[in-house]
């Protein structure tokens, strides 16, 4: 059987891949401190409820992120001949799962606290033997979960471009999600300290549906790349400008008389299957051999590829 090779990332994508990973172990240790800083000023808030599972749930996408980078590289054996790359996908629809129910979850529980009327209160403690109100211990942890997103954030999305890795970008747009929300948990606990009861659970709402809609798009996009979808740009805004170049690249060689390709996604790599019409059968192989070289050097996100001669092509395998 015929197995895929393994797969090293150019130098420049292998040196962000580092980056993206020690981002991602800072990611997992700063959110561990994050969630024990608003668990212990939780309090009554429904907002902060919100938020502190927001944050636990933030822990998923830098944990696949990390899984999935251990196995992604193994090489091809009898039963995998294809490689691991797509426990980066299979990372990427945990993660759109959890948040999906999770949000869902959240959503419920804060609606059903709204139509209830229910006043949740914030108390008092007495940390130094004066009693202090517990919305200025909320706050600050808040504040304290919201900046490092902000910042982590803005650093892992270009690295997430770069290496074309979806897990990566949907931890950008988690830790942009978390500085929104522990923005509208302020909010919350601020409502509730000027009596203005129902801004707690109307924060909790705006929080659950951010997290149900992060959630709903990954997995769409991670189900799709499972259902070999044409492939998308990282972000899912447009089709990957990739299996038109290779048609135009195979196109334009002089033995070749027309041709189709097919690509599929697999984690942050890229398979395709080309179907082609010769001109002539002389010295087929050997032109065969040479487009294959010369078209995985198009783009490194070009792993494999699979090229069949046929005597004509069907309309139907034009498929991209």
Known sequence: MRTSTAFELPPDRAKANKRAIRLEWISVGYLITAIFFIYITLGSSQAMKAAWFEDILSLVPPIAFLVASRTRHRSPNERYPLGFHRSVTIAFLVAGVALSSMGLFILYDSLSMLL?????PIGVVQPWGEPIWLGWFMIPALIYSAVPAMILGRLKLPLAHHLHDK????DA??????????????VGVVGIGFGIWWLDGLAATIISLDITRDGLTNLRVAVA???????TLVDGSALDPLPERLRTELRSLTWVKDAVVRVREEGHVFFADVQLVPKSSQNLLSNIEEAEKQLLGIDWRLHDMVIMPVDEIDGRADAG
């Open 116 to 120: 209830a009327f229910e006043h949740p």
């Open 167 to 170: 897990v990566l970008f949907a």
């Open 173 to 186: 747009q988690m830790n942009k999600a978390d500085w929104l929300t522990a923005l509208a948990a302020i």
């Open 225 to 231: 790349d499972l259902m070999d979808a044409r492939p």
